[in-house]
């Protein structure tokens, strides 16, 4: 089961990478960019999971509060774009 979530992962950050790269506008690129942090958050709890060692849970709770407080100042910039 391990190696079946890893690969699903691995295959979500391929497509995070490309809409990375082939993100036509800023919001497309940072969502590619807030996704690969959840892909990478994931990578993480699995490894923790297969292992049985919990020592960088603390460490995915701060990245996702970290990505978080990001992705809601990058919206707020991007929203005073408009104006």
Do not use: K, N, Q, W
Not at 20 to 36: I, N, Q, Y
Not at 41 to 46: F, N, P, R, S
Request: aromatic residues 6%; charged residues 10%; positive net charge.
């Amino acid at each position: 089961m391990i190696t079946v979530a890893s690969v699903l992962l691995l295959c979500a950050a391929a497509c995070f990478g490309y809409r990375l790269l082939a993100g036509p506008s800023l919001a497309d690129r940072v969502l590619a960019v807030d996704g690969l942090l959840v892909v990478g958050m994931g990578g993480v709890a699995t490894h923790a999971v297969a292992t049985g060692i919990g020592a960088y849970i603390p460490a995915v709770v701060v990245a996702a509060l970290i990505g978080f407080i990001s992705t809601s100042v990058i919206a707020r910039f991007i929203e005073g774009r408009g104006r």
